[in-house]
């Protein structure tokens, strides 16, 4: 975003968000929330005719921001995800926390990485993968899901690990039309994440941006 010992063709590769889950990571299309008000007010009648009776006030609609539970900072604390270690074997469960994500309300969000380490295994071998920068994206949600729209800039890296020690590093790449949704459940100060495809994730809310929900 080597050789094998055991096939020399083998190299590693990444399908994460932030793993792509930015799942990090981390998953259709959703909309902006809207909320219409009650519309028309049906006009009451004035007792004398020496007035017109009031005008209904038009009905008016006013786009709000996302889901207030999301606006804020989160740190990870259980991520399990799958991640395609190897360009010829299936995905793999692996493990992590510590990802740190900031959720701005104008639709905009940093996911950053200070040598997270996602741990997982291969026939008996322990493999590990390094996150260190960050990773600007573009989101909307509604009160289920989140959509991570657009990875607009990327300065991050992962660092590739088995029983020959480190075998390779990968860029994460900015990428458009990302559109990876994830569903989440929020509650004040914990957030949980997750997809079909076996990404599940932990937030706990930290005060390094604003508190809402």
Same mark, same amino acid.
């Given at each position: 975003?080597?050789?094998?010992? @055991?096939?020399?063709?083998?190299?590693?590769?990444?399908?994460?968000?932030?793993?792509?889950? /930015?799942?990090?990571?981390?998953?259709?299309?959703?909309?902006?929330?809207?909320?219409?008000?009650?519309?028309?007010?049906?006009?009451?009648?004035?007792?004398?005719?020496? @007035?017109?009776?009031?005008?209904?006030?038009?009905?008016?609609?006013?786009?709000?921001?996302?889901?207030? /539970?999301?606006?804020?900072? &989160?740190?990870?604390?259980?991520?399990?995800?799958?991640?395609?270690?190897?360009?010829? *074997?299936?995905?793999?469960?692996?493990?992590?926390?510590?990802?740190?994500? *900031?959720? @701005?309300?104008?639709?905009?969000?940093?996911?950053?990485?200070? =040598?997270?380490?996602? #741990?997982?295994?291969? *026939?008996?071998?322990?493999? @590990?993968?390094?996150?260190?920068?960050?990773?600007?994206?573009? &989101?909307?949600?509604?009160?289920?899901?989140?959509?991570?729209?657009?990875?607009?800039?990327?300065?991050?890296? &992962?660092?590739?690990?088995?029983?020959?020690?480190?075998?390779?590093?990968?860029?994460?790449?900015?990428?458009?039309?990302? =559109?990876?949704?994830?569903?989440? #459940?929020?509650?004040?100060?914990?957030?949980? *994440?997750? =997809?079909? #495809?076996?990404?599940?994730?932990?937030?706990?809310?930290?005060?390094?941006?604003?508190?809402?929900?």
């Amino acid at each position: 975003m080597s050789d094998s010992a @055991r096939l020399p063709a083998r190299s590693v590769v990444v399908v994460l968000f932030a793993v792509a889950a /930015c799942a990090v990571l981390a998953a259709g299309g959703l909309t902006a929330v809207v909320l219409a008000d009650d519309g028309p007010r049906q006009a009451t009648p004035v007792a004398t005719g020496d @007035r017109p009776s009031p005008t209904a006030r038009p009905a008016t609609t006013r786009a709000v921001g996302p889901p207030m /539970c999301l606006i804020g900072s &989160w740190r990870t604390v259980d991520d399990r995800l799958m991640v395609k270690f190897y360009t010829d *074997e299936d995905p793999m469960p692996f493990t992590t926390s510590g990802r740190v994500y *900031e959720f @701005r309300a104008d639709g905009t969000g940093t996911e950053r990485m200070d =040598n997270v380490t996602l #741990s997982g295994s291969f *026939e008996g071998n322990a493999l @590990r993968m390094v996150g260190n920068g960050f990773t600007e994206f573009t &989101w909307s949600a509604t009160d289920k899901a989140i959509t991570y729209v657009d990875r607009t800039k990327a300065e991050m890296t &992962w660092a590739f690990y088995d029983q020959r020690g480190h075998v390779d590093t990968q860029p994460v790449p900015v990428k458009q039309g990302l =559109n990876e949704v994830d569903d989440y #459940s929020c509650q004040g100060t914990q957030l949980v *994440e997750s =997809n079909a #495809s076996g990404y599940r994730s932990v937030w706990v809310r930290t005060t390094g941006s604003g508190v809402y929900g």
